[in-house]
């Protein structure tokens, strides 16, 4: 079965810098769009970046210019560059991929969340 297994998250004091990591793995035919959601405690779930498979990338506006999305199609694998954190940012994250299973139909799979801290 599709797994996505994220990594990089933790504990980081305002205005650092983390890089998420997400790889895709299993019998994968084709994966689309990548992104990264987060969710912080008592709020809803966000679109925070979100890279298609040719490039193009889209931001929240409360991340532009700080974080950066980007994809090794190679190794199946979305990365998120965080720079300048902010308390605000805080929040559990979450990767996502439009995949195509070599023996099955397309579906949209999530990670298992990972928790990013930002200490005032």
């Known amino acids: 079965q599709v797994q996505l297994v994220e990594s990089g998250g933790g504990f980081v004091q305002t205005g650092g810098s983390l890089r998420l990591s997400c790889a895709a793995s299993?019998?994968?035919?084709?994966?689309?769009?990548m992104s990264w959601h987060r969710q912080a405690p008592g709020k809803q779930r966000e679109l925070v970046a979100a890279?298609?498979?040719?490039?193009?990338?889209t931001y929240a506006d409360s991340v532009k210019g700080r974080f950066t999305i980007s994809r090794d199609n190679a190794k199946n694998t979305v990365y998120l560059q965080m720079n300048t954190l902010k308390p605000e940012d805080t929040a559990v994250y979450y990767c996502?991929?439009?995949?195509?299973?070599?023996?099955?139909?397309?579906?949209?799979?999530w990670g298992q969340g990972t928790q990013v801290t930002v200490s005032s």
């Open positions: 996502n991929a439009v995949i195509t299973p070599t023996w099955g139909r397309r579906n949209a799979y």
């Open positions: 890279v298609s498979s040719s490039g193009p990338t």
């Open positions: 299993g019998s994968i035919f084709n994966i689309n769009q």
